[in-house]
């Protein structure tokens, strides 16, 4: 590549000396840990989510305006029916599900790109480590 860009990395990482090869290390590190709690809040909203959609969908199906499945003076009320009236009464919490299972993915696209990045850099790390033993320790 000629543009120097690489999908999915920061810009060209060149390390001039083992410090910022060991810095940039570290940085990594910590942003992969901040990535793991920030994927844990993003799981435990989704399960919150999850409990709220559940009980409110409960609470629409046992409540008394919930159409009743049969036929009813002539008119029949089917099972799809009343799904669909229940669905229509928690569709708030369905899109707050939906909101958190993308937050989740998020939070878990941007861990598999850290890791990414720290095994590049841990590569890298080592091939400098190897450059610096080799010249004594004098920039090369």
């Not at 969908?57 to 799904?83: H, I, N």
């Amino acid at each position: 590549m000629t543009s120097g860009y690489s999908p999915g990395f920061n810009p060209v990482y060149e390390p001039d000396n083992l410090v910022s090869s060991e810095e940039r290390l570290e940085r990594l590190s910590a942003a992969l840990e901040a990535n793991e709690q920030a994927l844990k809040e993003a799981a435990d909203e989704l399960l919150d989510a999850e409990d709220a959609r559940d009980s409110a969908w409960r609470q629409a199906m046992l409540s008394a305006e919930c159409p009743k499945v049969g036929v009813f003076d002539g008119v029949r009320v089917t099972v799809a029916y009343q799904k669909a009236w229940v669905e229509e009464q928690i569709k708030g919490q369905e899109r707050r599900v939906r909101e958190a299972q993308i937050k989740v993915k998020a939070a878990d696209a941007q861990r598999r790109k850290l890791e990414g990045q720290l095994r590049a850099a841990q590569s890298i790390n080592g091939n400098v480590r190897e450059a610096y033993r080799s010249t004594g320790g004098r920039p090369w």
